[in-house]
């Protein structure tokens, strides 16, 4: 027979009861909040005791029992004395111990036995019951002096705040406990069985779940003969893909430290004319507004005339200036085309002697993230053909003045030397070595199409890359591996990884995408991660991919390596066949035998 054991602490009556108190007796515990729900099947372990039957360990907690449910039996040990708990703590300890629920119980009009519980009693039981998991239920019962109906919980209503609980304090004692907070004007039936018993019964049933998920089985007509069906382990897991460390602000530090004959800004002293330094304007105008207005500011790319900052009315304020002349086109080292050379002259003393931190910063500072949006919107709109207008008048026809190569995959991509120098280490090679591509403006892209280029020049420009499908992930960990671009490849990899392993089952039976095709092309484009994770998938769903036509693509040892760990074995599906003709066989008997 199933029972749930409920442990009560504490009293719902103004004052309490101590333990041996005289006047506990047979009524006192049937106007309790336990004995009121249990109703007329409440009584005693004796019944034909004058006095309460107490627990034969501890007599200070009183014991009754009754059935709901039908055929669960209740079993109630009630301790009315907080001060139990400071005389006998280690068998108060005991009966916790075996209680399925535990409620605890104040009156709201005994203010002083409440912040004794809070503060004396509840820490120590604080930690016993987060770790036995026991539910617990914190009862607060009776009216406040300003009640006429239910309890009020306006905090505003702090009239009887000296004599009784309010309900914030009782609902923060719940909150430190983890129990369930119940607060009941009076034990009449209603208040009772509405809103205590709907929470006890609940605890109740869930208790009883778990017991009888604990019990062993006893179901009809299970036999010891009867045979067991194979036990089928899980799938093994999957190799992790490891994505290496990004760069990006080492490689816009490199640019500025060592990409001078891609530089298009040079810095010169206001009072001696010295040459401070040099910089890339795609990468100041991207991060910072007021190289943006500087240097491509309002009409700067219609008539290269001298002009200062400081004059204009929405101007920056005067730190630099622009060089007589503007923006002149000046031949370049190493046979490099000649280029867009904006000067500027830094009028500040102080800005003079620390521009060159000020730029590290903001090469590879905390707002380099600017230039990653910025950048990367631009480069979409320039594509298009769009005019489209950013912040302080940017169009891209001023943007065009910074595009310093144009790449022909398909479609003409502007781009900027400095960025993929710093960027690519092919396209460093390419760009600053001998080769035609350094002297050209307009550079040819073989081999890859317009849409797989664009998503190699946005993770350049922006070190994301978020591919739509499978195939276009394998288009640009094709191209990444072309230029060498190893994260760009291992990101890939990721995405083509979390694209296959969300298809359900069914959508991987009949999708055209496939997957030993997708294996050869990462084994011949140098995915070695992406080729050994194919091989645990096709393995872990073996029963979907052997059916295919392609699977008879796999070499002799990638086939015998998913021999060895397709899922579910041989020998599940040899023990699952024994399994069924045995079903079969006892099946037969039976029939024949009736």
Known sequence: MLSVHIVALGSE??????????????????????????????????????????????????????????????????????????????????????????????????KLAFQQVRNVYAPRLRPLLRHWGVPVILVAVGARLNDDGPPCTCPLCASDWSSCVPHSEGLQLSRDLGATYLELPSLNNFFVGRYFGSVLEYFMIQCLKQKAKERPDKRRGHRINEPRPPHLDQPARLPSVRVEESSFSQDLQWLLERGVQFADVAFYAGDSGKELGWAHASILCAVS???????????????????????????????????????????????????????????????????????????????????????????????????????????????????????????????????????????????????????????PIHGVSSDTFLAFLEYLYTDTCCPASVLQAMAVLVCAEMYQVKRLQHLCEVCVCA????????????????????????????????????????????????????????????????????????????????????????????????
């Not at 009524?27 to 009584?43: D, F, M």
């Not at 923006?327 to 500040?348: N, T, W």
């Not at 993230?369 to 979409?380: E, T």
């Open 13 to 110: 009556c103004p004052g309490g009861v101590g333990p041996g108190d005289e006047t506990t007796g047979p009524g006192q515990i049937q106007g309790g909040l336990l004995w009121s729900y249990l109703g007329h099947g409440a009584r005693e372990l004796d019944p034909n005791s004058v006095t309460p039957s107490r627990h034969p360990l501890n007599p200070a907690f009183m014991e009754y029992q009754s059935r709901v449910f039908g055929d669960v039996r209740v079993m109630v040990r009630d301790c009315p004395s907080w001060d139990l708990l400071d005389s006998d703590w280690a068998s108060v300890r005991s009966i916790l111990e075996q209680a399925d629920i535990v409620v605890i119980k104040y009156s709201v009009n005994d």
């Open 289 to 443: 507004p007021y190289f943006r207005q500087l240097l491509v500011g309002r009409q700067a790319w219609e008539r290269p005339v001298s002009r200062c900052t400081c004059r204009d009315r929405d101007g920056p304020h005067s730190l630099l200036s622009t060089w007589d002349g503007g923006i002149d086109d000046l031949p370049r080292a190493d046979g490099h085309p000649p280029g867009h050379l904006s000067r500027l002259v830094v009028k500040d003393p102080l800005l003079c002697l620390c521009l060159w931190e000020t730029l590290m910063f903001l090469y590879r500072g905390e707002r380099e993230r600017a230039l990653l949006a910025i950048l990367r919107l631009m480069l979409f709109k320039a594509t298009t053909g769009g005019a489209l207008i950013i912040q302080q008048n940017w169009t891209v026809q001023r943007f065009f003045l910074m595009i310093s190569v144009r790449l022909l995959a398909g479609s003409v991509l502007p781009a900027h030397r400095a960025v993929l120098v710093a960027r690519c280490d092919v396209m460093a090679a390419m760009f600053s070595g001998k080769y035609a591509e350094a002297r050209s403006r307009v550079v």
């Open 499 to 594: 694209y296959l392993q969300s298809m359900p089952s069914r959508e991987l039976a009949s999708t055209g995408i496939s997957v030993i095709r997708l294996l050869k092309k990462a084994k011949c484009h140098n995915a070695d991660q992406l080729y050994v994770w194919l091989l645990h998938f096709i393995a872990n769903n073996y029963l979907i991919f052997s059916h295919k036509p392609d699977f008879l693509e796999l070499s002799d040892e990638e086939r015998e390596q998913v021999e060895r760990l397709r899922w579910p074995s041989r020998g599940y599906l040899q023990e699952l066949s024994e399994y069924q003709q045995r079903r079969r066989q006892i099946r037969k008997s039976r029939c024949s035998i009736m």
